[in-house]
């Protein structure tokens, strides 16, 4: 089901899944060594061109507890445009977790790689206790691309975990691009897979910009991952 699907998700209605674009954009500002403040902003649509279903934006802060390590949190305000189900609308999203990426070396012809990872406790709020505007959530991502190959393949999974015993899972693929020294773009496709409580499932063609100004020298740049 999974392949006929990724191969048939331009034609509507494919196996009774829903199709989206999902578009995101982080712009990185690194105050120090140390600290960088994230604008980040979402926004998706029924199809690559349709109608306007949900928006989300708000600051996040990164703090390096070592070079490759950090913690973070942020907030999001969530605008649901067309709610979908019973109990589904505007909420509020707190989050807090751990990002870390580590390189891997060249092995047998194979270039060197960039492995991110990311952990994140999540708190919805705003509508009523146990709806889909009011739950707490974790989530834990893996992704896989190629370090200092301007594009590059990108390979990850994701999986989340509901305190109601509900869960999902996010594989995804596409490609990385490095524009320039400040700037990156992914894009590819994402099947969101869910429990029916915990939403429909879904096909994802998604697209994320990145723009990094940066005040302090980065060792690593632009071959680190984005939020």
Known sequence: MFWACTFAVTIPGCYGEEVQAWHWWTNEISLNSKFTVIMHGQFRTKRPLGELIQARTGPILRYYIKPKTTVVGGYF?????????????????????????????????????????RFLVERYFGGPEGSLTSFTRLRYRNRFSFREWKVSPLFGYEVFAFTNQYWGQRPHGGIRWIINEKMMLDTGYYWDGRAPRAGTQRHLFFTNLLIRFKKVPDPDFPNRPAF
Request: charge should be positive; hydrophobic fraction near 25%.
């Open 77 to 117: 305000y969530r605008g649901e445009q067309q709610p979908r189900a019973e109990g589904l609308g505007d909420s509020h999203r707190l989050f807090a977790g751990m990002e870390d990426y580590k390189f891997t070396p060249k092995k047998r012809g194979l270039p060197a790689g960039l492995l991110e990872s």
